[in-house]
């Protein structure tokens, strides 16, 4: 069973705060992990990609890698309520012969002024 | 950047009849195209994988004489939601992968805007 796991949430931060998301994922060969963001009623966006051990920044994201530990995190830095929205982890799974997009559950977001 | 066009954006129809919903990379070519559903409050959930030139494969629990996919080209894919009954209402969103980007192993996927499908 492929799984991502998140925490539903919500996560409520004040503005200005570090926001910080978090993901495991249930299969060790996996090398390839997303963030995207959902706003209620749109798709999904993405916000970043990680393949490496270690962080990854682009701009006020940074996404974070353990494959030992099977966790992967995204930090928002200078949160602002726009960033309010339920931030999915996805991980891509091999299984029946394609490469699938799995996605946690999403942990919804809440920046407060 | 790779765009994704979904069509219809919202649909309501009565139980019993068939709806289609088109899928579309507007700039790249997609051999395979992938649709989600999302259930209020709920994650995507894969349904199924459709592959150009071939049959679709399904995910388990997800009926494929009921979600019928075509993929008859390049750039365009089907599903045809069958005797639409209220518990098929949900948010229907497909997806492609712009190899240019990558590899299918590590290329991320980019949605549509998705499809609200309401069965009255």
């Known amino acids: 069973q492929k799984e991502v796991e998140q925490n539903s949430g919500p996560l409520s931060v004040p503005e200005g705060a570090i926001a910080s998301l978090n993901c495991t994922y249930s299969?060790?060969?996996?090398?390839?992990f997303f963030w995207y963001r959902q706003y209620s009623g749109k798709s999904p966006e993405l916000i970043m990609s990680?393949?490496?051990?270690g962080d990854k920044e682009d701009g006020r994201f940074t996404a974070q890698l353990n494959k030992a530990s099977q966790y992967v995190s995204l930090l928002i830095r200078d949160s602002q309520p726009s960033d309010s929205a339920t931030y999915l982890c996805?991980?891509?799974?091999?299984?029946?012969?394609?490469?699938?997009?799995?996605f946690g559950a999403g942990t919804r977001l809440a920046v407060h002024p | 950047g790779a765009v994704v066009s979904q069509h219809p954006s919202r649909v309501i129809c009565k139980s019993g009849t068939s709806v289609k919903i088109e899928c579309r990379s507007l700039?790249?070519?997609?051999?395979?195209m992938f649709w989600y559903r999302q259930f209020p409050k709920q994650s995507l959930m894969l349904m199924a994988t459709?592959?150009?030139?071939?049959?679709?494969?399904?995910e388990q629990g997800v009926e494929k004489d009921k979600f019928l996919i075509n993929h008859a080209s390049l750039t365009l894919s089907t599903l045809t939601v069958t005797s639409a009954h209220p518990e098929d209402s949900s948010f229907y969103i497909c997806?492609?992968?712009?190899?240019?980007?990558?590899?299918?192993?590590?290329?991320?996927?980019?949605f549509g805007n998705g499809t609200r499908l309401t069965v009255t």
């Open positions: 990680i393949y490496s051990n």
């Open positions: 299969d060790r060969v996996s090398q390839s």
């Open positions: 459709s592959n150009e030139g071939s049959k679709a494969t399904y």
């Open positions: 996805a991980v891509i799974f091999f299984s029946g012969g394609y490469n699938k997009l799995i």
């Open positions: 997806s492609a992968r712009d190899l240019r980007q990558g590899s299918a192993y590590n290329s991320p996927l980019h």
């Open positions: 700039d790249f070519q997609a051999t395979t």
